[in-house]
């Protein structure tokens, strides 16, 4: 089969400070042959749509220490997404499978180790679900509250970032089991989607409070059993001034330290002691032998009307830069997403 164009999203360098920017990428073109040689398991795919999300700037810098492998500068930067199968030497694949997993930000993609793929077998469901509820996001939120929080009927949780691909579900989930559940966000929209849309029970814009100890006592004057942590820095800190005994804090991810060169301390570790809190930080990876069981659940979930998921769709290649830089500056509302192509 002859060679095809590839358009392709690179990041020119690393990134080691600050907020990313769009000079920081290059959208180039090669060439790719849309057929995989004999005696060979790899599999190309047609991408549909990719996922932004915030760990891909940790990706930017070249740390040491990381649990993820740094981005190559001058390659396309690499990411989950949803894809169609066009040719394939595996055998759990064939032509016209679709499947999500790790691909390439570009419009085809070789995938040299095709076991890391789920084949998508329900597609009543919008294709895009893949990068969100229905994949990597979905089953972090899952696995980061059931398994990590241990929750229990009745109890009081906080969730940072709260509107975003994973905080959404967090707190939905929640109120599956009866708690009392609180989010911050970073706009007067996504408070009130929070409230309006995913049924919390309050909301917070932290940009507009001036002492987050306060905004937290407003909120949840009986304290936090469960904390959701997705952002660390000052709210962390806060936190733990209002979390209960024995409560428990779920560190996801910390979204307001990827852009530092020093990231900030907390300063309210005691409390840790004073409070007997189990704080335990947790990757999506050690829980994958548990996305069927979590598939079938949210599937459900999907099919009863019993939970709402929001995405902001960019779409073109050429769009996708701007779709993750905004990641960090907060304009996206839900599950951020680039739409690649449409399936033919």
Known sequence: ???????????????????????????RSSKIRLSVAQGSKTVVVKNLYLSCDPYMRIRMRNSIGSYIAPFTPGSPITGRGVAKVIDSGHPNYKKGDLVWGMTGWEEYSLITEPETLF?????????????????????T???????????????YVFVSAASGAVGQLVGQFAKLKNCYVVGSAGSKEKV?????????????????????DKALKRCLPDGIDIYFENVGGKMLDM????MRLHS????????????????????NLFCLI????????????????MYPKYLDMILRLIQEGK??????????LENAPTALIDLFYGPNIGKQVVLVARDQ
Not at 120 to 138: A, F, Q
Not at 141 to 155: C, I, L, M, R, T
Not at 249 to 267: D, P, R
Not at 308 to 314: F, H, L, N, S, W
Request: with cysteine; aromatic share 14%; net charge negative.
């Open 141 to 155: 939120a899952y696995a980061g509250f059931y398994e990590v929080g241990s929750p229990k009927e009745g109890e």
């Open 192 to 212: 009130y989607l929070l409230k309006d849309r995913f049924g919390f029970d309050e909301a917070f814009n932290y940009k507009e409070e001036h002492d987050l």
């Open 239 to 242: 936190v733990l001034l209002n």
């Open 274 to 289: 004073t409070k007997r809190i189990r704080m335990a930080g947790f990757l999506v990876f050690d829980y994958y032998s």
């Open 248 to 267: 428990r804090i779920s560190v996801c991810g910390m979204i307001s330290q990827y852009n530092l060169e020093k990231q900030e301390g907390a300063h």
């Open 1 to 27: 089969m002859a060679e095809v164009s590839n358009k392709q999203v690179i990041l020119r360098d690393y990134v080691m400070n600050g907020l990313p920017k769009e000079s920081d990428f290059e959208l």
């Open 119 to 139: 084949k998508i077998e329900h597609t009543d469901v919008p294709l895009s679900y893949y990068t969100g509820i229905l994949g990597m996001p979905g089953l």
């Open 307 to 316: 939970i709402t998921y929001v995405e902001d769709i960019a779409e073109g």
